[in-house]
């Protein structure tokens, strides 16, 4: 699969409240779901070339098409509070697997969505 260059989307990367943790957050417009975040404005935009990648793979994967850069997408923002054990969790995962507690979720939600749009 020939994925889209990162460098042809427009991503916004804003600051994120100490009740979000802190740190920064990159969004793309064009792309609904797709962030990552990090502890300063370059880790995030880092991390977010990993996001992108996975959300473009798993866009392909689930045969859906790929927004055009600059179409303008749907807001991606998506707020969740979760059980401390669980983000816990979650965290060590991400960790183990080397990207953003974002990254895996959203790879997590994108495998999901997957899996029941084949079934369906």
Partial sequence: MNIPDFDDYPFEVRPLSPEDGGGFLITFPDLPGC?????????AILEGRDAFRCWML???EGGRPVPLPNSGGE?????????KSLHAKLSARAKQEGVS????????????????????
């Fill in 35 to 43: 962030m990552a975040d990090g502890e300063t404005p370059e880790e």
């Fill in 101 to 120: 507690l974002n990254t895996l979720v959203l790879t997590f939600i994108a495998e999901g969505l997957g899996q029941r749009n084949s079934h369906a």
């Fill in 58 to 60: 798993a866009h392909a």
């Fill in 75 to 83: 807001s991606g923002k998506f707020v969740q509070r979760l059980p």
